[in-house]
């Protein structure tokens, strides 16, 4: 079975500065990954993913993450950030193939200060 | 292009009073669908999944239970709610074949 680790609940940020937001997985089998980050009272909207091929990942929003299967990691990226990127980024799993049936990390929610 | 809608957004229910949230897609044929629910402070986790019109997979046992009625449509329902029924839930769907979920609007229930 897959899980997902979302190592930090919390990070405050100030405006324009890099940020990093962790995430660990677990599993036997090849995975695909995600990022996607949720407003409040909003559903989720992806902001990218990683299937195969290239490690590094670009996003939306000026938002990347790299692959690292040595590591299991699946860290998200973004060299600076803007007060509009608070919010709540879910980081989660799925086994190759095995289509939507997401396990998602508990969130980390990212507090861009001005 | 492919919508998903999801109601009402907002609920709230007295304990042991019935359920019902309806979720449909739009603009796309035989989606995998999804009901995930995200109590306070926590993450996702997924209730029910539907490979096609009447196949419901549960994950985890609890009052709620799902139906899929028509192909593009997704109900999520309870005959009693219990407290720890509130939290927000989240309609998804997927093509068959990719990972990728794509998500509604949700809906917010709180029971007292």
């Known amino acids: 079975a897959q899980s997902v680790t979302q190592l930090d609940s919390q990070v405050p940020v100030f405006e324009e500065a890099p940020v990093e937001l962790r995430c660990n997985y677990s599993?036997?089998?090849?995975?695909?990954l995600f990022w996607y980050v949720q407003y409040p009272n909003q559903g989720l909207q992806l902001l990218l993913k990683?299937?195969?091929?290239?490690?590094l990942v670009k996003g939306i929003n000026g938002f990347e993450a790299e692959f690292n299967k040595s590591q299991t990691s699946f860290h998200l990226r973004k060299p600076s950030v803007h007060i509009s990127d608070t919010a709540e980024y879910f980081c989660?799993?799925?086994?190759?193939?095995?289509?939507?049936?997401?396990?998602f990390g508990q969130g980390t929610t990212l507090q861009v200060k001005p | 292009s492919q919508t998903i809608h999801q109601w009402p957004a907002t609920l709230v229910q007295p304990v042991g009073s019935p359920l019902s949230l309806e979720c449909t897609v739009e603009?796309?044929?035989?989606?995998?669908l999804y009901w995930y629910r995200q109590a306070a402070g926590r993450g996702l986790q997924l209730l029910f999944y539907?490979?096609?019109?009447?196949?419901i997979s549960s994950e985890v046992p609890q009052n709620l239970s799902a139906s899929r009625p028509q192909d593009r449509q997704f109900i999520l329902s309870s005959k009693k709610l219990l407290l720890s029924d509130s939290g927000f839930y989240l309609c998804?769907?997927?093509?068959?074949?990719?990972?990728?979920?794509?998500f509604g609007e949700g809906s917010r229930l709180t029971v007292l």
């Open positions: 998804a769907w997927s093509v068959r074949g990719y990972g990728e979920l794509f």
């Open positions: 599993s036997s089998v090849s995975v695909y």
């Open positions: 990683y299937l195969s091929g290239s490690t």
């Open positions: 989660a799993v799925t086994r190759s193939g095995n289509t939507g049936k997401l396990i």
């Open positions: 603009g796309t044929s035989n989606p995998n």
């Open positions: 539907s490979v096609g019109i009447g196949q």
